[in-house]
């Protein structure tokens, strides 16, 4: 005999043997890693040397502001003054041109300067154009730095038209600073603004960035300053708005890779590699040992079938009779010819599903039996308190000389009590027309007990007479009518009761004109009907013991339907097969 264990064994070796092949593949990813490194450390270099530029870029336009906004004599010229002539207003305008030209012909990257002062007059190192500037700081650039209150900063790229200044559009950025002249005593404030050739951007980052997917510049709004590709390319859109959200430097998914540098004032750069074009070169490799891995796949898969095979068919066999077992099929049974321990547990596995039906069988026969025995226990207990309030009515009955009613109530009592005896498996039910001799016989005494408090009235179908339902199910639910519904009531009561037959069902009404009862009164009728019989009920047979022999019986599909108002009465409806009782003509004898 082969032991499972040998072919485990067998099959680990052969795993070991694939493994080792799969060391290559493991190679390979430590190659990848390394090429990843090296490339994300060669951009991070780039980065810097681009970061740097655009430094220098950043703090010659905040000296060239600072140097501005500290200059005397340009401050002095600044200060507002009252009743000037327009030959004194043009001067100082040109005073402060000559001033600011100086600072342009320092660095000829600087275009235009322009002093706006809070009462809207404004001072550049080109006069003349004062209409063209009044539209011009009426542009997106400058009043979203505005409404932001961003009051010193660079602006996102914008065009300035030097058509008059000796140029045509320029793309310009432009460097903004709010500040106080602190030779002005009065509360005029001042905005500096400093247009510079946004080609000083452009060529930062110049050539070494052709090996990037896109290589982005953005203000700390996440606005882009500068783009190597157009915006409008979404392939990483998103992936460089998270970074750049989130903070982090560093940032990769299935098909590129994202590095920011954030050493710039208020800008951050950002660089994005594509890593298909990073390992392009090793892909020839990759694609020889995919074949590889196939072609060892292959072999492996053609000797381990078998062997699987051998395993796992007794297993899936097994699997699949305790499937059936599961769902109540014990007449399953299955052979396992392997020579292994999957022969033993087939043979356990046979042994086991005929002994849990022999128990399950034996199961059955004593819960029918207890559950037999208990409904004989109720068919049969009278409760004593429905004996001794008849007899006290019998002996009132006697002393007021009333024989005949005597011999009435004395007859439905005895009729009551020899219905108790009936036991065993064909006493669990009976006709229509038995249920309806019982309650007639109860009706009959509690007339005695209670004259004049309520009437019956009878709809019983013809067709209904014969049909069989379980004992005692009518009869309980006249006793919930007259305690429950009629008697707490001052006024007279009517108890209906009907049998018909609708859509090949039997259903049995019982309806009263009481007090009726809200949803918690009735819950605590049917609970309370589960612990004992209430103290004027004949038998302890309750509304749960009515559903429960309902439910064993026919099913889920039949119930008891309890409809009750406060003052409105109650109505309990029971639908069962219409069932006639089993005759010698009907067995076929």
Same mark, same amino acid.
């Given at each position: 005999?082969?032991?499972?264990?040998?072919?485990?064994?067998?099959?680990?070796?052969?795993?070991?043997?694939?493994?080792?092949?799969?060391?290559?593949?493991?190679?390979?990813?430590?190659?990848?890693?390394?090429?990843?490194?090296?490339?994300?450390?060669?951009?991070?270099?780039?980065?810097?040397?681009?970061?740097?530029?655009?430094?220098?870029?950043?703090?010659?336009?905040?000296?060239?502001?600072?140097?501005?906004?500290?200059?005397?004599?340009?401050?002095?010229?600044?200060?507002?003054?009252?009743?000037?002539?327009?030959?004194?207003?043009?001067?100082?305008?040109?005073?402060?041109?000559?001033?600011?030209?100086?600072?342009?012909?320092?660095?000829?990257?600087?275009?235009?300067?322009?002093?706006?002062?809070?009462?809207?007059?404004?001072?550049?190192?080109?006069?003349?154009?004062?209409?063209?500037?009044?539209?011009?700081?009426?542009?997106?650039?400058?009043?979203?730095?505005?409404?932001?209150?961003?009051?010193?900063?660079?602006?996102?790229?914008?065009?300035?038209?030097?058509?008059?200044?000796?140029?045509?559009?320029?793309?310009?950025?432009?460097?903004?600073?709010?500040?106080?002249?602190?030779?002005?005593?009065?509360?005029?404030?001042?905005?500096?603004?400093?247009?510079?050739?946004?080609?000083?951007?452009?060529?930062?980052?110049?050539?070494?960035?052709?090996?990037?997917?896109?290589?982005?510049?953005?203000?700390?709004?996440?606005?882009?300053?500068?783009?190597?590709?157009?915006?409008?390319?979404?392939?990483?859109?998103?992936?460089?708005?998270?970074?750049?959200?989130?903070?982090?430097?560093?940032?990769?998914?299935?098909?590129?890779?994202?590095?920011?540098?954030?050493?710039?004032?208020?800008?951050?750069?950002?660089?994005?590699?594509?890593?298909?074009?990073?390992?392009?070169?090793?892909?020839?490799?990759?694609?020889?040992?995919?074949?590889?891995?196939?072609?060892?796949?292959?072999?492996?898969?053609?000797?381990?079938?078998?062997?699987?095979?051998?395993?796992?068919?007794?297993?899936?066999?097994?699997?699949?009779?305790?499937?059936?077992?599961?769902?109540?099929?014990?007449?399953?049974?299955?052979?396992?010819?392997?020579?292994?321990?999957?022969?033993?547990?087939?043979?356990?596995?046979?042994?086991?599903?005929?002994?849990?039906?022999?128990?399950?069988?034996?199961?059955?026969?004593?819960?029918?039996?207890?559950?037999?025995?208990?409904?004989?226990?109720?068919?049969?207990?009278?409760?004593?308190?429905?004996?001794?309030?008849?007899?006290?009515?019998?002996?009132?009955?006697?002393?007021?000389?009333?024989?005949?009613?005597?011999?009435?109530?004395?007859?439905?009592?005895?009729?009551?009590?020899?219905?108790?005896?009936?036991?065993?498996?064909?006493?669990?039910?009976?006709?229509?027309?038995?249920?309806?001799?019982?309650?007639?016989?109860?009706?009959?005494?509690?007339?005695?007990?209670?004259?004049?408090?309520?009437?019956?009235?009878?709809?019983?179908?013809?067709?209904?007479?014969?049909?069989?339902?379980?004992?005692?199910?009518?009869?309980?639910?006249?006793?919930?009518?007259?305690?429950?519904?009629?008697? *707490?009531?001052?006024?007279?009561?009517?108890?209906?009761?009907?049998?018909?037959?609708?859509?090949?069902?039997?259903?049995?009404?019982?309806?009263?004109?009481?007090?009726?009862?809200?949803?918690?009164?009735?819950?605590?009728?049917?609970?309370?009907?589960?612990?004992?019989? *209430?103290?004027?009920?004949?038998?302890?047979?309750?509304?749960?013991?009515?559903?429960?022999?309902?439910?064993?019986?026919?099913?889920?599909?039949?119930?008891?339907?309890?409809?009750?108002?406060?003052?409105?009465?109650?109505?309990?409806?029971?639908?069962?097969?219409?069932?006639? *009782?089993?005759?010698?003509?009907?067995?076929?004898?």
């Amino acid at each position: 005999m082969i032991k499972i264990r040998t072919k485990i064994i067998a099959s680990t070796a052969l795993v070991v043997i694939i493994s080792l092949s799969l060391s290559g593949f493991f190679t390979y990813l430590y190659v990848t890693r390394i090429i990843r490194e090296q490339s994300v450390g060669d951009t991070k270099t780039k980065l810097s040397q681009t970061a740097s530029q655009i430094r220098r870029f950043q703090e010659q336009a905040i000296k060239t502001a600072e140097y501005i906004i500290s200059d005397e004599e340009i401050n002095t010229l600044l200060i507002p003054r009252e009743s000037l002539s327009l030959e004194e207003a043009h001067f100082i305008k040109e005073g402060v041109k000559e001033k600011l030209k100086r600072f342009t012909s320092l660095n000829t990257t600087i275009y235009n300067i322009m002093i706006v002062r809070s009462d809207g007059q404004v001072f550049s190192n080109n006069s003349g154009f004062e209409s063209y500037f009044a539209d011009y700081l009426k542009e997106r650039w400058f009043t979203d730095m505005k409404q932001r209150g961003t009051s010193t900063g660079f602006s996102v790229p914008h065009e300035l038209n030097r058509a008059n200044m000796g140029g045509g559009n320029q793309m310009v950025i432009s460097y903004t600073a709010h500040y106080k002249n602190l030779l002005d005593r009065s509360s005029a404030e001042y905005d500096l603004v400093l247009d510079i050739a946004y080609s000083e951007i452009s060529q930062a980052f110049g050539q070494g960035m052709a090996a990037f997917e896109q290589v982005m510049l953005l203000n700390g709004e996440g606005q882009p300053l500068y783009g190597s590709k157009p915006p409008e390319d979404k392939r990483f859109t998103d992936m460089i708005a998270k970074t750049f959200t989130n903070g982090k430097s560093y940032a990769e998914n299935r098909d590129h890779i994202v590095l920011t540098d954030d050493s710039m004032k208020d800008w951050v750069q950002v660089a994005v590699i594509s890593k298909s074009r990073l390992f392009d070169k090793i892909n020839n490799i990759l694609y020889m040992y995919l074949i590889i891995i196939v072609s060892s796949l292959v072999v492996t898969l053609a000797i381990m079938l078998p062997i699987i095979w051998s395993i796992t068919n007794p297993i899936s066999r097994l699997t699949q009779a305790m499937k059936r077992v599961s769902v109540g099929d014990l007449n399953t049974s299955i052979m396992i010819r392997s020579g292994d321990e999957m022969e033993i547990l087939g043979a356990g596995f046979n042994k086991m599903v005929i002994e849990l039906k022999e128990r399950i069988a034996s199961s059955v026969r004593d819960e029918e039996t207890k559950r037999r025995m208990q409904i004989d226990l109720l068919m049969s207990q009278i409760n004593p308190h429905f004996v001794y309030n008849t007899l006290n009515t019998v002996i009132y009955l006697s002393h007021d000389e009333r024989n005949r009613d005597v011999a009435k109530i004395t007859e439905n009592l005895i009729a009551i009590l020899q219905d108790t005896i009936k036991t065993g498996k064909g006493a669990e039910f009976a006709t229509v027309a038995e249920e309806v001799e019982i309650i007639r016989n109860y009706i009959g005494i509690q007339q005695y007990r209670y004259p004049e408090r309520f009437t019956v009235e009878w709809q019983i179908g013809e067709e209904t007479a014969q049909a069989v339902l379980p004992r005692m199910m009518i009869q309980p639910l006249v006793e919930n009518a007259l305690f429950h519904g009629i008697q *707490p009531s001052e006024e007279p009561g009517l108890i209906r009761i009907r049998t018909y037959c609708e859509e090949g069902q039997l259903v049995v009404g019982i309806e009263d004109n009481g007090v009726g009862m809200d949803a918690s009164a009735l819950q605590r009728l049917i609970d309370g009907s589960k612990s004992g019989h *209430p103290t004027n009920h004949t038998r302890g047979i309750g509304l749960s013991n009515i559903k429960e022999r309902l439910q064993h019986h026919y099913g889920s599909s039949f119930h008891v339907d309890i409809r009750s108002k406060p003052m409105d009465g109650t109505s309990v409806l029971i639908r069962l097969p219409f069932e006639l *009782p089993i005759t010698e003509e009907t067995a076929g004898y």
